[in-house]
């Protein structure tokens, strides 16, 4: 019989081994958005085990929500993705809207919220290319603020993370994006900025991500607004009108 110590060591041993499972939802309009969130959601455990935490294992799943494209508030927003998180049992949520979001007359990429666990980004603010890839970087970064929080501590302790990881292995493709950033650096980040604000613990947001000059975001929010509408799907329809009107002219 065993004695009662070595027991305990084979339970504390099981414990360690076994691994914490995080749930994070993707909350998406549906569309365009919807197919961006189920297009990167394959690839996020692996990249979340690499760039946030690799002692947790980590699920994604994705849910479409009118809602999250009707609200052109960032606050109603993440408050429709918090109840989605709660429905669901998520432990953190990621809304990707295809609504553009303004404060001041500034155009907002992503708001998140560690208090809540919640986050935001608006596709129109990313601009037209190449929208998966910022996407998901966008996400990760989010992912990061939620879980290991917005302090600047926090950040400068990710940032070392990041830079290790990014030196290890490049074949996801992630652009080298540090800790304060919102996306890795591209030829559009550095001709449009993006600029990382944080707030105060009475805020419903703790930090948000702004693209600072009113004509670049203006730039963003019209490519990006083109992608989100895609015009070039009508094509198809317009050329069956154009000719039926045709042979009605021929006809009379």
């Not at 809540?116 to 992912?143: C, D, F, H, W, Y």
């Not at 449009?192 to 670049?216: G, H």
């Not at 989100?228 to 000719?243: G, H």
Request: overall charge negative; proline content about 4%; charged content about 30%.
């Amino acid at each position: 019989m065993k004695d009662n110590s070595s027991i305990e060591t084979n339970r504390q041993q099981r414990e360690e081994t076994e691994e914490e499972t995080k749930r994070l939802g993707l909350v998406s309009s549906p569309e365009l958005p919807e197919e961006i969130a189920n297009s990167v959601s394959e690839d996020l455990p692996d990249l979340f085990s690499r760039y946030v935490d690799d002692r947790v294992s980590w699920e994604v799943e994705v849910v479409a929500d009118p809602l999250t494209g009707v609200a052109g508030d960032s606050l109603k927003i993440l408050d429709e993705t918090e109840r989605c998180k709660q429905e669901e049992g998520w432990e953190y949520a990621v809304c990707i809207t295809d609504l553009p979001i303004f404060h001041n007359r500034r155009l907002v990429v992503a708001d998140a919220s560690v208090k809540r666990n919640v986050a935001m980004i608006s596709l129109p603010s990313l601009g037209a290319t190449p929208m998966k890839r910022r996407v998901r970087e966008a996400i990760i970064q989010l992912a990061n603020e939620m879980y290991h929080g917005s302090s600047e501590q926090a950040r400068s302790s990710q940032e070392k993370q990041t830079k290790k990881r990014d030196s290890e292995d490049d074949s996801q493709n992630i652009r080298g994006q540090g800790a304060k950033q919102l996306m890795g650096q591209r030829l559009a980040e550095r001709l449009s900025p993006i600029k990382r604000k944080t707030y105060d613990e009475d805020s419903e947001f703790d930090v948000r991500f702004l693209v600072d000059s009113k004509i670049s975001g203006s730039i963003r929010m019209t490519s990006g607004m083109v992608l989100a509408n895609r015009p070039w799907t009508i094509f198809p329809s317009f050329k069956r009108v154009v000719a039926g009107a045709f042979a009605t002219g021929a006809y009379g």
